[in-house]
């Protein structure tokens, strides 16, 4: 199989793109050049598909031969013509949308064999790369569901991918997407069979019993229990294919921002490991943060590239955080290539909650992007109308970067999001200089005690209350500005059928609850279409899994924001960096976006919410759209000198892909909008010179 990418950052052939993210090293890299920083006035949109789903599209398209594979915002695979964006062929279900998002696809060939792999809720499809048909020896018809693998007490839990798997030899090792609350399905890494579908080796992020890291869970059985869930690899993995070692970044363990039910650091929870691809066994590891209370799981896959140190070059793997941190090591021995301190953070103030006395916190790179100790009254934003309030919050809310989640309010800087995006970081792996984007875009997070929650009347509205209220909040009316719709009104845009499609499933990134029994969602779905006839008090079965309720409860997604929507701290609001991990120092930040409005004024560029990351060429230019503003622009990576930029047909929250045919460059990106409030799209694109 051809790869962009390989485990050596000195490979010369980064000319396609037949892999996530550039390839197996996640690098975002190319060397194809005929795009110059001399001949951008020339570049033109030369060819556009319109998708037959309208919205959100987070893929990074591949390129194999002269085929472009990607994902629409309904989960329908499709398959163009790279050159031309003439549709070739389509798959999947024609008359159901899916409410989710894909980053793309995986490709596998051996001879005449190729195919494409992509996930649709919990299960694992293999379709034939040339028809799009699937593939009718690998599991039940071509498909297989990934809970196989799992312990049979989590296999009818919420699961699903939005990140394609990695090919390593005959094997698809899957990233995984689980629930974050109480009686999650744990995030085991599981590696398939790409002919079969049958699983060949599971590494278990929750330990069982016997296993190394189960004393970190303060109860050794914590998994066969399974109320405490996830650990999971959400975001992809890297692969040196020369050693075989697969890095794996892991996620928070569930529920996020309530430790009471697992004290101890839980390990293999927010860390990077290093696993044996042939056999999933462990080689080292290192966490990023000890009993994770904020949700601060690594957003991206980590990239492999070579560093120069004391003049020796070292094959190294740099992971970007959410905290605005980038931890680099030695890729063969975890060694890390800065120091890192331990450093001590407060202790929680609930009661019952205990936080890990310290964090790691490297001494370089600086962060990428500020941090809430930063953040004084001189930081409100000039543009605020009222900054009265705003101080008033600043003034009382702890901004302590580890500060645990407590009754009180604490500032959130980096936000949930980072920080780093799921877009990740690009890498020059042949002179070690890492390009990665970072929003700034100031949260509260706080809790509540549930007992603060009026008593439920019915078992639809304590469904309710115990999944729902984080997000849409009791009010039913959801938080718009935060991204969480309001679902007061549901009867007059969505049916019965629907709500109960999503709430099994998921949406974007709502967790789906396939857990719940039809006894359940039939209450929830009366609940929020107002149908309960009588009010009754809650019986036995109102005490599962999905009914209960910890001590305390986070109070939602709340951004901090001034009384125009835009974020209540001065600019930037959005950001890009070049650093060279060499020495650890920036060659350059610049801002990276806008605010319309404020454009309009004359204000000076404010930078702005991006989700996709960049793409960069040796010849010296980096390509990145991403940004809630809705252009593509084109930087010079030495300098982050703006060289180009063009207004998309709608916001693209997705990593561009770079590609040849018939020896013409294009670069391809999807265009979904929707996301932050942005117009929704539909568009697939590429750009050539012209």
Request: proline share 8%; net charge negative.
């Amino acid at each position: 199989m051809g790869c962009a990418d390989t485990s050596s950052p000195n490979n010369k052939h980064h000319r396609s793109w037949e892999v996530y993210l550039g390839g197996p090293g996640r690098n975002h890299y190319s060397t194809l050049s005929e795009i110059t920083p001399e001949n951008l006035h020339r570049l033109r949109m030369v060819w556009s598909y319109s998708a037959p789903d309208i919205g959100q599209m987070q893929m990074n398209p591949i390129v194999v031969d002269t085929i472009l594979y990607g994902v629409t915002s309904a989960l329908r695979v499709v398959a163009l013509h790279a050159a031309t964006g003439k549709e070739l062929w389509t798959f999947g279900d024609t008359l159901n949308a899916w409410h989710s998002t894909s980053r793309g696809v995986a490709y596998w060939e051996k001879g005449r064999d190729r195919r494409i792999f992509y996930t649709m809720g919990s299960e694992l499809f293999a379709l034939d790369a040339q028809t799009g048909k699937p593939i009718l020896t690998f599991g039940m018809d071509g498909k297989i569901d990934m809970r196989a693998g799992l312990p049979p007490n989590a296999r009818e839990k919420f699961l699903v991918s939005n990140t394609p798997g990695t090919i390593y030899k005959d094997l698809i090792i899957m990233p995984t997407r689980v629930s974050e609350n109480l009686g999650a399905a744990p995030g085991d890494i599981m590696a398939f069979s790409v002919l079969t579908g049958k699983p060949v080796w599971t590494f278990k992020t929750i330990p069982e019993e016997e296993q190394k890291g189960s004393q970190t869970w303060g109860d050794t059985q914590v998994r066969q229990k399974g109320l405490i869930g996830a650990a999971n690899s959400w975001a992809g993995m890297a692969l040196d294919e020369t050693t075989e070692t697969l890095f794996v970044p892991t996620g928070s363990a569930a529920p996020d921002f309530d430790g009471s039910q697992r004290p101890g650091s839980n390990l293999y929870a927010n860390c990077l490991l290093a696993l044996d691809a042939n056999k999933g066994t462990l080689k080292w590891h290192f966490q990023f943060t000890h009993h994770d209370l904020w949700d601060r799981d690594p957003p991206a896959p980590p990239n492999l590239l070579n560093v120069t140190r004391n003049g020796a070059q070292i094959a190294a793997v740099a992971q970007v955080t959410k905290q605005g941190y980038v931890f680099v090591f030695d890729r063969n021995t975890g060694e890390s290539l800065f120091e890192i301190k331990e450093t001590p953070v407060p202790n929680s103030t609930l009661e019952g909650q205990r936080a890990w006395p310290t964090q790691p916190i490297p001494t370089k790179p600086k962060p990428f992007a500020r941090l809430a100790k930063d953040i004084t009254v001189a930081a409100i934003s000039p543009y605020a109308e009222n900054p009265e309030d705003i101080a008033a919050i600043i003034e009382t809310s702890n901004k302590n970067e580890y500060a645990p989640p407590g009754l009180d309010p604490v500032l959130l800087l980096p936000g949930y999001d980072g920080g780093a995006e799921w877009g990740g970081a690009a890498a020059d792996p042949d002179d070690g200089i890492l390009y990665v984007n970072s929003n700034e875009m100031p949260w509260i997070l706080q809790m509540m005690q549930n007992t603060d929650l009026p008593e439920a009347k019915s078992l639809g509205e304590k469904l309710y209350q115990v999944n729902c209220t984080s997000c849409h909040q009791s009010n039913l009316k959801g938080m718009p500005q935060s991204g969480f719709p309001a679902i007061n009104a549901l009867p007059g845009y969505l049916t019965k059928a629907e709500t109960m499609s999503i709430i099994t499933n998921g949406k974007g990134m709502m967790p789906g609850f396939p857990e719940l029994t039809a006894k359940e969602t039939d209450a929830l779905l009366q609940f929020l279409y107002r149908e309960e006839a009588t009010v009754h008090s809650i019986g036995a079965e109102a005490n599962s899994d999905s009914t209960q309720r910890p001590k305390y409860k986070h109070t939602g997604y709340h951004k901090f924001l001034d009384s125009k929507a835009l974020p209540a701290i001065s600019p930037p609001w959005g950001t890009l960096h070049a650093i060279d991990l060499n020495t650890g120092d920036y060659r350059w930040s610049v801002t990276l976006g806008d605010t319309p409005s404020l454009r309009a004024k004359g204000h000076p560029p404010t930078g702005c919410e991006n989700y996709g990351g960049p793409v960069v060429t040796q010849n010296g230019l980096l390509f990145i759209a991403g940004t809630k503003d809705g252009y593509f622009r084109i930087f010079n990576k030495h300098t982050g000198e703006l060289l180009w930029d063009y207004q998309l047909p709608a916001a693209s929250f997705a990593t561009p892909a770079m590609y040849q045919v018939n020896g013409k460059q294009y670069i391809a990106l999807a265009c979904g909008g929707e996301k932050l409030g942005t117009k929704p799209g539909n568009q697939i694109v590429a750009f050539a010179l012209e």
